[in-house]
């Protein structure tokens, strides 16, 4: 089962973020693999895990956030990463995948999934999730995308506060498996052209 994303950059807000003033944005490479598994599955327990079995739980973990998982991934050409790090450590990152896993839900022509989008718990609402929302936007477009898609969970009314904000609309229900526990998510897509 593929991840398609959830967002956890964004899940919980803190009441004064701080601030990751010097970041730079790049792709990775196959060295990232142990980094991006480890802020993989730490992000998402921080925002998730309390939600799952330990059994689900480390399913998931193991399918989607191991190192040979995500060094797959990296590997794989549909699949495009793009990093923040700050010159000694990774603070977050986004998954673009395309196709889209879910484009038959939708008359676009050729969408674009916004995968995964994770930041370090301790630097949520920090600018890191913007800037990698900004990049995917820009790189979809470049790529001639006509739309981008994203799954969020039902029940996190933050992150789908801040997909509202650019743009992107919810398009239909869909499940999300942890293990054997299945989520209801939303489908979110924000069309790149007029069509």
């Not at 950059?9 to 060295?31: G, H, K, M, W, Y």
């Not at 191991?66 to 549909?78: H, N, R, S, T, Y």
């Not at 700050?86 to 977050?92: I, T, V």
Request: hydrophobic share 40%; with cysteine.
């Amino acid at each position: 089962m593929t991840h398609h994303g959830r967002m956890s950059s964004i899940d919980q807000p803190s009441a004064s973020p701080p601030v990751a003033s010097r970041f730079t944005l790049r792709q990775a490479d196959p060295d990232d693999a142990p980094a991006l598994a480890k802020l993989g599955r730490e992000s998402f327990c921080a925002a998730f895990g309390h939600l799952y079995k330990p059994e689900d739980l480390a399913a998931f973990l193991e399918e989607s956030h191991a190192e040979g998982a995500v060094a797959q991934a990296i590997a794989d050409p549909a699949n495009t990463y793009r990093l923040a790090d700050d010159g000694a450590r990774l603070l977050a990152f986004c998954k673009l995948c395309r196709p889209a896993s879910f484009g038959n839900h939708s008359d676009a022509e050729n969408p674009i999934a916004l995968s995964q989008l994770y930041t370090r718990p301790e630097l949520t609402g920090a600018g890191l999730g913007a800037a990698l929302m900004d990049w995917a936007l820009g790189e979809a477009r470049s790529l001639g995308c006509d739309a981008i898609q994203l799954s969020v969970w039902s029940g996190n009314h933050a992150a789908q506060r801040f997909y509202a904000r650019y743009g992107f609309a919810k398009i239909a229900d869909i499940d999300f498996w942890v293990g054997s526990q299945r989520d209801d998510e939303f489908l979110y897509e924000l069309r790149l052209v007029e069509g």
